[in-house]
């Protein structure tokens, strides 16, 4: 983790360029241009295009796509219209739906990333029972890959989940997965209801206790309250300067005046709080 790590993600349909056009300065740390949720049929061929001549020139913040499942009719053209050979300026990443195995990585990896020289980063969404089974081995599926998530909507479906703590097995399996092969923890899927958001802040907070580091949205007005739930608190940092500080002084496992023990693992902890402290 670094002190640039992203928080939030805005998300904008391809198909609206001037809501895109507003994502790009509405604070937000990764906008994600979609072009298959929200996007109808018959706007695909639309957003795509827009998309594609938006990315031509460089964007005051990382921008992402989020294309279509290459299994599905829009993917292939998708690809081509924003991951071309050469490349386009203004792309940093794509964003890989209803992945389920490593082999759905390495297609769109040969195809989009070589032509980038390596320098487009791959997020993998895992929106079945199958994709969070195959969870570490779709996260070391390609050195190209950055982040694998969950797509939270179609797997409740797919699980045939009803309650929000249903869910919460499969998020752990997806932190430990990322954890393990060295990528950044994940961030947390939408939360559908941008009116709602004491039920953001709840659940953003629940997803830092799993180990998430930031979420997706989709509305400006939830990137606050996201920030916020992420930051650490000012007890957090007070707590972790008071590690950090007593680990210079010392080496080895030690206990603080206020009773708390310190080792390596508390020390690493700390300078993680302070990590992103600092990137406020």
């Known amino acids: 983790m670094t002190a640039a790590s992203p928080l939030t993600w805005l998300y904008a349909p391809g198909d609206r360029p001037r809501v895109v056009a507003k994502a790009l300065v509405s604070g937000a740390d990764v906008v994600v241009i979609d072009l298959e949720d929200a996007v109808a049929p018959d ?3 639309y957003a795509r ?3 594609a001549e938006l990315l031509c020139d460089r964007q005051p913040v990382p921008v992402h796509v989020r294309v279509n499942a290459l299994t599905g009719p829009w993917g ?3 690809l081509a219209a924003v991951a071309p050979a050469g490349g386009l300026a203004g792309l940093a990443g794509l964003r890989l739906p209803k992945v389920s195995s490593p082999a759905d990585v390495v297609r769109v990896a040969r195809r989009a990333v070589s032509a980038r020289g390596g320098a ?5 969404l895992l ?3 199958l994709g969070i089974e195959r969870a570490h081995d779709v996260a070391t599926a390609h050195p190209s890959l950055r982040g694998i998530s969950i797509g939270e909507e179609d797997l409740r479906t797919d699980l045939g989940v009803g309650d929000d703590a249903g869910l919460d097995w499969s998020r752990s399996r997806v932190v430990v997965a990322a954890r393990a092969a060295g990528l950044a923890p994940p961030t947390q899927s939408v939360h559908p209801d941008i009116r709602d958001l004491d039920g953001l ?5 629940r997803g830092r206790a799993l180990g998430f580091l ?3 949205a989709i509305h400006p007005r939830q990137l606050p309250v996201i920030e916020r739930a992420y930051l650490p608190t000012e007890e957090e940092i007070e707590r972790a300067e008071t590690v950090v500080k007593a680990a210079a002084g010392e080496q080895g496992a030690q206990a603080l005046p206020d009773g708390r023990f310190v080792d390596a693992a508390v020390v690493t902890a700390a300078r993680r709080v302070l990590s992103l402290a600092h990137r406020a």
Do not use: I, M, N, P
């Open 43 to 45: 706007r695909k061929a």
């Open 49 to 51: 295009a827009a998309s």
């Open 76 to 78: 292939e053209a998708d």
């Open 120 to 124: 487009l980063g791959l997020y993998a």
């Open 127 to 129: 929106e079945t029972a």
């Open 201 to 205: 802040r709840a659940s953003c907070a």
């Open 214 to 216: 930031g979420r997706a």
